[in-house]
Structure formats: structure tokens, C-alpha cells
T-cell receptor, first 116, second 114 residues
Framework: NAGVMQNPRHLVRRRGQEARLRCSPVKGHSHVYWYRQLPEEGLKFMVYLQKENIIDESGMPKERFSAEFPKEGPSILRIQQVVRGDSAAYFC??????????????FGPGTRLLVL | DAKTTQPPSMDCAEGRAANLPCNHSTISGNEYVYWYRQIHSQGPQYIIHGLKNNETNEMASLIITEDRKSSTLILPHATLRDTAVYYCIVNPRGSGAGSYQLTFGKGTKLSVIP
């Protein structure tokens, strides 16, 4: 999957805890996207970030969810006070700034969150 | 809301060509056709994309009809490792709103049979 790395691959949390998901984009990519996939469903867009900026968070729930992509380090998707309905696979994708395949998104392996 | 229609499932014999259809009758002039696949428990994998000309790469060929209302993804010699869910997505390119929001429908579950 073109080098996008996500960790952890699996995360178990109890209701009320915080979940922190990390995404390292392909080297040189400065655009990051987060998607969520509920069981038996397709991926749903959550948020689009560039370095230090949130460009579009229209797909992200207003409460408890936040995302960042700092100047240094990976992008972080944070879910506070998790509930059972947050159990899903969370995928990160990245795209290059420019080039022949500008804006083609390359996905990571995902983080599977299970809330007990 | 997905703008594409795909059959829910297909079978293909190993070694034969797999032809996956997609209808996108409401596609607009600036929208590209993208194909991704998702092998079980993995992230979506980019396959190919095109605007109106047929495209070919090391993975597959994409045939887009002249009116652009439908397309076919062709895997020339399917292997067992090609068993996956294949998603056809229409998306504009450029920096406009929504051009980065890939909309995944239910896709086609391709089963390659030995």
C-alpha cells in the first residue's frame, strides 16, 4: 500500500477511555485523509489535513473526535470517551503535493478499534 | 452517496480474465473513474484511474465507454490473490471541495476460483 504506516494495527479500549491512532504518510506526502469503515460497510471520509492545517473535517463527528497533522511527526486521530459504536476500522491515506498521480490516495493497513 | 453501480459479487476462474463492470451514468465532465480494491482485512489498494481514454498499467486495464457512462476493469490473468472487493469511484480532480472525498460504495466481491 505505497508505504503508509498506521499504528497500532489493533486497539482495544473500554468505554470511556481515549483512543489514539497514528498515521505516517508516504515520505514526501503532505496530504493526509482519515476514513472509517464500520463492519460490512464501505469506507466513509472523516477528515482531510495538510501539515498543521485541517482542511475539511465535515465527515468527522463533532463531539469526541479530533485530528491533527503536526509539522513534525505522524498524523493523530484522537477519540475521547470511546463508546461501543466507535468500534470500526480506521484507515489513513496520503497523497503527494504534485506529480503525475497528484491526489491519488494511497491507503495504510488500518487500525482496528474494538471498544468493550 | 455512491454515484456508481456495481454487481455485488462475481466469480472468475484462476488464470482467466476478470471483467468487472461499473455504471456511472451521472458522471460529469471533470470526474475521473478510479478503481480500488480491498483484500480482506487490508487497506484499500489503488489500481487505476482514467478520464475518457482507456488506460493500462501493470495491474489492470480500464475501458471507459465513449459516453463515459460505464466502465470495465479488466484483470487479464486473475490469480487467487486477486480475490477482493473492488470499488469503482467517480471523483473530480483538482483542489475543489469534495475532490478529495473518495466515496466508497459496496463494491463487487470478486472470488477467484482455483
Amino acid at each position: 500500500n505505497a508505504g503508509v504506516m498506521q499504528n497500532p494495527r489493533h486497539l482495544v479500549r473500554r468505554r470511556g477511555q481515549e483512543a489514539r491512532l497514528r498515521c505516517s504518510p508516504v515520505k514526501g506526502h503532505s496530504h493526509v485523509y482519515w476514513y472509517r469503515q464500520l463492519p460490512e460497510e464501505g469506507l466513509k471520509f472523516m477528515v482531510y489535513l495538510q501539515k498543521e492545517n485541517i482542511i475539511d473535517e465535515s465527515g468527522m463527528p463533532k463531539e469526541r473526535f479530533s485530528a491533527e497533522f503536526p509539522k513534525e511527526g505522524p498524523s493523530i486521530l484522537r477519540i475521547q470517551q470511546v463508546v461501543r459504536g466507535d468500534s470500526a476500522a480506521y484507515f489513513c491515506a496520503s497523497s503527494p503535493v504534485a506529480g503525475v498521480k497528484q491526489e491519488t490516495q494511497y491507503f495504510g493497513p488500518g487500525t482496528r478499534l474494538l471498544v468493550l | 452517496d455512491a454515484k456508481t453501480t456495481q454487481p455485488p459479487s462475481m466469480d472468475c476462474a484462476e488464470g482467466r480474465a476478470a471483467n468487472l463492470p461499473c455504471n456511472h451514468s451521472t458522471i460529469s465532465g471533470n470526474e475521473y473513474v478510479y478503481w480500488y480494491r480491498q483484500i480482506h482485512s487490508q487497506g484499500p489498494q489503488y489500481i487505476i484511474h482514467g478520464l475518457k481514454n482507456n488506460e493500462t498499467n501493470e495491474m489492470a486495464s480500464l475501458i471507459i465507454t465513449e459516453d463515459r457512462k460505464s466502465s470495465t476493469l479488466i484483470l487479464p490473468h486473475a490469480t487467487l490473490r486477486d480475490t477482493a472487493v473492488y470499488y469503482c469511484i467517480v471523483n473530480p480532480r483538482g483542489s475543489g471541495a469534495g475532490s478529495y472525498q473518495l466515496t466508497f460504495g459496496k463494491g463487487t466481491k470478486l472470488s477467484v476460483i482455483p
